[in-house]
C-alpha cells in the first residue's frame, strides 16, 4: 500500500489562478498544484534554500526539492510552449494559528494576534465586513478595514475596527482567520482568495453593497440579499480571465490528515 502524501504548509493562496497567453493558447492547460506554487513564492521570490523551504512546508529538503523541480517544470513548459496555467488542487493545508516555525516571525497572522487581543465567547458568532466610511468596501483584496460584529442570542453585543496593514488578496484570509471570523460580508471577491476562506472555514456572503451595519442586520434576521456566485470584476478586468474556485477540499487526493 502507498504510503500517504503528507500534507504541505501553505502560508496564503494565491491571488491569482490562471494565466493565459496574449493569443491563442496552445496545448492543454498545464496545472500548477497550491503546494507546488508555495515553492516557488518562498524558494524564488523569498529566498529561502531549499532546506529553509521544506521546514515552511513542514517536509524534508528532498521533498521539498522535488516539489520545487516539478513547478520549475511546469513553468518552463507553459513559457516555452505558451499553454495556460491554472493553480489549484495539491496535498496542502493552510498555517495553523499555532505554526512556530513560520520563516518570517512578523507575518501578517502574527502581527493581527499581537495587535488586536479579541476575545471570543463559545457562542458567538464574529461576522467581518470589508469596510470603508460606513459601508461595505466593494473589493475584498483592497480592503483596508474590516469591521468586527459580535452577535449572541440574534444581537450585536459588539463591534471593533481592524486595520489589515496592507495585506494582499492571499493574505486577508489569514487575517480574518487571526481575528477568529466565522463570516465575510463583502462586495467583490476572487477565486484564491475565496479558496482560502473555505479552508479557514469561514462563510462568505458576497456581492453586498451599502451600509455594513445594515447589512449586519439583515443577516441576522435572515434576509441579506447576497450572490452565491460572486467574482471579483477588479481581477477579470485587470488580469483578463476568469478565476477558477475549487470545492471547499483542497488536499487533493483526500490522504491528508489534519486540517
Known sequence: MPRPTKCRRVCYFPEILEFSPAGEAHGEPITLTVDEF???????????????????????????????ETARKKLAD????????????????????????????DCIRRQIQKKYKIEKGANTMRIAVTYENG??????????????YDIEDGKIIKTELIDTNGSGHGALAGVLSAVKADVLICGGIGGGAQMALAENGIKLYG???????????????????????????HHDHEH????????????????CGNH
Do not use: M, W
Open 38 to 68: 508555495e515553492t516557488i513564492r518562498l524558494i524564488d521570490k523569498e529566498g529561502l534554500s531549499q532546506e529553509e523551504c521544506g521546514a515552511q512546508l513542514g517536509v524534508g529538503r528532498t521533498t521539498a526539492q522535488k516539489i520545487y
Open 135 to 148: 459601508n461595505i468596501f466593494q473589493h475584498f483584496g483592497h480592503t483596508e478595514q474590516f469591521k468586527l
Open 240 to 255: 483578463g480571465g476568469e478565476t477558477h474556485i475549487c470545492g471547499n477540499h483542497v488536499c487533493g487526493h483526500g490522504h
Open 78 to 105: 507553459a513559457l516555452v510552449c505558451g499553454c495556460s496555467l491554472k493553480i489549484e488542487g495539491g496535498d496542502f493545508r493552510l498555517c495553523s494559528d499555532s505554526a512556530d516555525v513560520c520563516y518570517k516571525k
Open 207 to 233: 456581492g453586498v453593497s451599502g451600509n455594513a451595519d445594515e447589512a449586519v442586520n439583515a443577516f441576522v434576521a435572515g434576509n441579506l440579499a447576497f450572490n452565491p456566485d460572486v467574482h471579483c470584476e
